[in-house]
């Protein structure tokens, strides 16, 4: 096994243990929700899905860099030409409000640029995965009695043929803004027949990489692991994230991490 790959196996495994756990969190009524310094919501699955997935990846070798973990500053940042870059629940607002749509998101970044991606869903088992080298692809998972071998076999290669030709747009379902309201509204204009569909989290992104969506326009305050892994299970599979203020494809372990508007298409 190549080393991507057992980096990529140590990721999917480390996604996959971590929803075992937020998945007991999310069936039962003690989320223990406590407010963060931004104002976000913060729950036990956050904590524990944190843990779980740094137990994982720590035995890479390969510092972390996690929305749950201590504040790491740019100047020791700066020396990582490799991270891991982690969200252990991305959407812990739908999380909490129990739609399912919150995500998984572990991504790997060498010299600022994703060449590796793990998306796992909890609720609906949707496992997707990528490296610069494989491409990406798409599986669904039963966490009672997944196997890595057959994850890799029976995955689907995306995008996966569309039924469906509406240009669709998916937008953010807790943080729409004027500003893609303004977009869509643009794409409807150009593409007569446009469909609008609102999804959390990085689910958004995932929807482009299968090919279920056209863009996504996002006008509206991410960071960088909001965005990181879902980047490359999309470049990936031959779309862009493109930086509205570059013009350029995102880069990683920036010294802020606040992400730029970007459309992802």
């Given at each position: 096994?190549?080393?991507?790959?057992?980096?990529?196996?140590?990721?999917?495994?480390?996604?996959?243990e971590a929803g075992k756990?937020?998945?007991?969190?999310?069936?039962?009524?003690?989320?223990?929700?406590?407010?963060?310094?931004?104002?976000?919501?913060?729950?036990?699955?956050?904590?524990?899905?944190?843990?779980?997935?740094?137990?994982?990846?720590?035995?890479?070798?390969?510092?972390?860099?996690?929305?749950?973990?201590?504040?790491?500053?740019?100047?020791?940042?700066?020396?990582?030409?490799?991270?891991?870059?982690?969200?252990?629940?991305?959407?812990?607002?739908?999380?909490?409000?129990?739609?399912g749509e919150f995500t998984?998101?572990?991504?790997?970044?060498?010299?600022?640029?994703?060449?590796?991606?793990?998306?796992?869903?909890?609720?609906?088992?949707?496992?997707?995965?990528?490296?610069?080298?494989?491409?990406?692809?798409?599986?669904?998972?039963?966490?009672?009695?997944?196997?890595?071998?057959h994850i890799l076999v029976?995955?689907?290669?995306?995008?996966?043929?569309?039924?469906?030709?509406?240009?669709?747009?998916?937008?953010?379902?807790?943080?729409?803004?004027?500003?893609?309201?303004?977009?869509?509204?643009?794409?409807?204009?150009?593409?007569?027949?446009?469909?609008?569909?609102?999804?959390?989290?990085?689910?958004?992104?995932?929807?482009?990489?299968?090919?279920?969506?056209?863009?996504?326009?996002?006008?509206?305050?991410?960071?960088?692991?909001?965005?990181?892994?879902?980047?490359?299970?999309?470049?990936?599979?031959?779309?862009?994230?493109?930086?509205?203020?570059?013009?350029?494809?995102?880069?990683?372990?920036?010294?802020?991490?606040?992400?730029?508007?970007?459309?992802?298409?």
């Amino acid at each position: 096994m190549s080393y991507t790959m057992k980096l990529l196996s140590t990721a999917i495994i480390a996604a996959l243990e971590a929803g075992k756990v937020i998945l007991e969190i999310y069936k039962s009524d003690d989320f223990e929700v406590e407010t963060k310094g931004d104002n976000s919501p913060l729950t036990k699955a956050d904590k524990s899905s944190h843990n779980i997935l740094v137990s994982y990846l720590e035995k890479t070798g390969i510092p972390i860099l996690s929305e749950e973990g201590k504040e790491i500053p740019f100047e020791v940042r700066r020396c990582w030409n490799k991270l891991w870059i982690l969200d252990p629940i991305d959407g812990t607002k739908e999380f909490i409000k129990r739609n399912g749509e919150f995500t998984v998101n572990i991504a790997l970044v060498e010299d600022q640029k994703t060449v590796l991606g793990v998306i796992f869903v909890p609720v609906s088992g949707d496992l997707y995965f990528s490296s610069k080298e494989l491409g990406s692809f798409k599986v669904n998972i039963d966490l009672n009695s997944y196997n890595l071998e057959h994850i890799l076999v029976d995955a689907n290669k995306l995008p996966l043929q569309r039924k469906d030709n509406t240009f669709t747009i998916v937008a953010s379902r807790s943080h729409m803004s004027l500003e893609t309201e303004a977009y869509v509204v643009k794409m409807k204009e150009k593409h007569g027949d446009a469909n609008l569909i609102s999804k959390g989290s990085s689910l958004k992104l995932c929807m482009v990489a299968e090919g279920t969506a056209n863009c996504y326009p996002r006008f509206a305050p991410t960071m960088e692991w909001d965005t990181a892994a879902g980047q490359a299970i999309c470049e990936h599979a031959g779309f862009e994230v493109i930086d509205i203020v570059t013009k350029k494809n995102m880069l990683y372990n920036r010294e802020n991490l606040l992400n730029n508007w970007f459309i992802v298409k």
